[in-house]
Each structure stands twice: as C-alpha cells, then as structure tokens.
C-alpha cells in the first residue's frame, strides 16, 4: 500500500489513494495511514516469530522424483473408526486420492 501511495502523484503533484476495506480500525491500516513503518514492522515480526514463519525461522521445500513409476498401495476395504489410533510403529505408504 504503501508502494501504490508513493506512485500515486505525478511529479510535483500529489496524489490520492482510497483504500476500501471493512476494517478501517485494522492495526496494519493505521500504520499504513500514518506511515509507522517501525510498529508495523516490529508487530508484524513479533507474530512471524509466534507462529515461527521466516524469517524468524527457517522453511523449506521438498521435492522426490523417480525415472520409474513406482504403483501405488492399496487402499484399505473399509475405513477405520474414529476412535483407532495407528500403532505406532506402522508404516505410511502412499495412495491414491478417493
């Protein structure tokens, strides 16, 4: 918003930005209108950290390819209730999508 705001005016005249939300009162809104891009940033760093998204933390991304087609296993016959838990040491294979 702030970037649209800048680009807004041409030269030496100002522009206007109209924002239409149904938050006015939203916290990230006021500090975009009054340009506090500190307590935006330290608020906003504060809750990445919280919830441990980057760059508070490290993320990444995992990919897996094979040259063959590798079949998948087969489903079970009849879902298990909602109460089973998996043992423990059972093993996940992958399967198809219902």
């Given at each position: ?21 149904t938050h006015p ?60 838990r998996p043992s ?11």
């Amino acid at each position: 918003m702030t970037q649209v705001s800048g680009r807004a005016g041409r030269r030496d005249r100002r522009g206007t930005v109209v924002i239409q939300t149904t938050h006015p009162d939203d916290p990230l809104l006021q500090w975009v209108r009054t340009f506090d891009y500190v307590s935006m940033a330290t608020a906003l760093l504060a809750e990445r950290r919280r919830f441990i998204y980057p760059p508070t933390a490290d993320s990444s991304q995992s990919s897996f390819a094979t040259a063959t087609r590798i079949p998948f296993a087969t489903p079970p016959r009849r879902m298990p209730s909602a109460s089973a838990r998996p043992s423990p040491t059972a093993s996940l294979v992958p399967t198809p999508h219902p």
